[in-house]
């Protein structure tokens, strides 16, 4: 059975940084793509950043280049996504997902597995 676990979220000031991670168990990252959500408080899940699984290519929202980063590690088996000048809008859960990945960031599926989640919040 697939299985990821998200971590790293925190407490933030606005301008922090963050490194969340993303371990995957029951699959390789070399079979499925990975994207990050990020959910605010009352709003939709929305797709921020993602890594194919055929050579690590990746893929950003418009909102979050230049500020977020994704990664990955084959040999731990993980994803991880830098955040950084994060600002008050970034609160919320982060989730990460086996998703498809474009140029333009992950693409929602009803049929994806789905982590817990990890909450970060960031202050003025």
């Known amino acids: 059975q697939v299985q990821l676990v998200e971590t790293g979220g925190g407490l933030v000031q606005s301008g922090g940084s963050l490194r969340l991670s993303c371990v995957v168990s029951?699959?390789?990252?070399?079979?499925?793509?990975i994207g990050w959500f990020h959910q605010a408080p009352g709003a939709e899940r929305r797709g921020v950043a993602c890594i194919s699984k055929r050579d690590g290519t990746t893929g950003y929202r418009d909102s979050v280049k230049g500020r977020f980063t994704i990664s990955r590690d084959t040999v731990k088996n993980t994803v991880y996504l830098q955040v950084d000048s994060l600002k008050l809008e970034d609160t919320g859960v982060y989730y990460c997902?086996?998703?498809?990945?474009?140029?333009?960031?992950?693409?929602?599926?009803?049929?994806?597995?789905w982590g817990q989640g990890t909450q970060v919040t960031v202050s003025s």
């Open positions: 029951g699959a390789s990252l070399n079979y499925y793509d």
């Open positions: 997902a086996t998703v498809y990945c474009s140029r333009y960031g992950p693409e929602y599926s009803d049929y994806a597995y």
